[in-house]
């Protein structure tokens, strides 16, 4: 056991003694980010209107932008999206508490990594399959992680 699992362990639910708390997480994470990406891209229509369609050719940057103010601002403001609350998920620190908006920030910061590389993203999915907490590689580096809020 690494001292990030020790000090995880004191903060944060036991996924072998509290396994409410992580069941079925995963998946909800996973239609959680399909409603966000469906968000995002309602928010980038009047973007493109906006601009006379000339966001179009840079169409991904647009999104990448809005995409990562909408993150942002809404875990900052709640620990999730709107997919992640209709999904009844959030984020907490490694202190189980939610998270602020420097954390936020630096968690938006790491999504955007992953998802602008390939790899980084598929490593992401993976580790969230296979760690016990249900964390991906932007969770362990910031000691986050993603519970069931009702639990």
């Known amino acids: 056991m690494t001292d990030m699992d020790q000090y995880l362990d004191h903060h944060l639910p036991d996924p072998m003694t509290q396994p409410e708390f992580y069941d079925g997480v995963t998946a909800k994470r996973a239609l959680a980010w399909v409603i966000d990406v469906i968000v995002v891209s309602i928010f980038v229509v009047p973007v493109v209107i906006l601009t006379a369609f000339i966001a179009l050719f840079f169409l991904p940057v647009v999104m990448l932008t809005v995409g990562f103010l909408y993150r942002w601002f809404t875990l900052a403001e709640g620990s999730a999206t709107w997919g992640m ?56 580096a910031l000691g986050t992680v993603m519970i069931n809020k009702r639990a």
């Open 85 to 140: 609350r209709l999904m009844a998920i959030e984020l907490r620190d490694a202190y189980g508490e939610r998270l602020d908006s420097g954390t936020a920030f630096l968690h938006t910061a790491g999504y955007a990594l992953s998802i602008s590389t390939a790899i980084v993203q598929f490593g992401s999915a993976v580790l969230m399959c296979a760690t016990e907490r249900g964390q991906g590689l932007t969770d362990l």
